[in-house]
């Protein structure tokens, strides 16, 4: 049962433009989110996060919006560069502190921008 | 931040045969986690691995395939035992420090 789900397996970004990477979920006792970028033959790298006590969350080019009700979530980049084409993944942990680290993942977006 | 490193990157094994990863973590991590990723899925918890204790297994994931070590708070292996090419996939380790989960480089395995 996937609790984490990306729906959008791939996205076509023209470089300069918005990509926008949605994610949804359905365990309501999720309660912090992520955003990791993996390129090929390299380990998830961690993004961005956001907590359940906030909407939105910034870091430069990133930001990440928090629906809680329509337990949705979206990673914004702003402009897009070639260098963030790869596979993006959504994860959200529970309780986190006591299950600490645990973390649920979605399939993944790969996201290709074009110059 | 942290470094995880991890081995082998990639190998090729002949089915019935038995792999062992490692990761070695440059800071102490109380708790390490083992996921598997299979071609266009997610990422799967197989275990999650404390130091002077036995790993917890995920739901369809067993000890006796999996078997976990973790001698230290720095360092973890995971063997993938009698394998089958049903087990090709990229083993991942991780761990969290500072409140941020690393992951170590992956390991792309194929069975044959």
């Known amino acids: 049962d996937q609790q984490v789900k990306q729906n959008s397996p791939s996205l076509s970004v023209q470089e300069g433009r918005i990509s926008i990477l949605n994610c949804d979920y359905t365990n309501s006792m999720f309660d912090y989110f992520l955003w990791y970028k993996k390129y090929p033959a390299e380990g998830p790298t961690f993004l961005i996060s956001i907590s359940s006590i906030k909407d939105k969350n910034e870091d430069g080019r990133f930001t990440v919006f928090l629906n809680k009700s329509a337990k949705h979530l979206s990673l914004h980049i702003v402009p897009s560069q070639p260098g963030d084409s790869a596979v993006y993944f959504c994860?959200?942990?529970?309780?986190?502190?006591?299950?600490?680290?645990?973390?649920?993942f979605g399939r993944g977006t790969q996201l290709t921008v074009w110059p | 931040s942290a470094v995880i490193s991890q081995k082998p990157s990639r190998d090729i094994c002949q089915r019935g045969t038995s792999l062992t990863i490692q990761c070695q973590v440059d800071?102490?991590?109380?708790?390490m986690f083992w996921y598997r990723q299979q071609p266009g899925q997610s990422l799967t918890l197989i275990a999650t691995a404390n130091q002077g204790s036995e790993a917890t297994y995920e739901s369809g994931f067993v000890i006796d395939k999996f078997p976990i070590s973790r001698p230290n708070l720095t360092f973890s292996t995971l063997t993938v035992s009698n394998m089958s090419p049903e087990d090709s996939s990229i083993y991942l380790c991780s761990g969290q420090v500072g409140g941020k989960t690393f992951f170590g480089q992956g390991t792309r395995l194929t069975v044959v």
């Open positions: 800071s102490q991590v109380t708790m």
């Open positions: 994860a959200a942990s529970a309780n986190r502190g006591s299950t600490l680290g645990r973390l649920y």
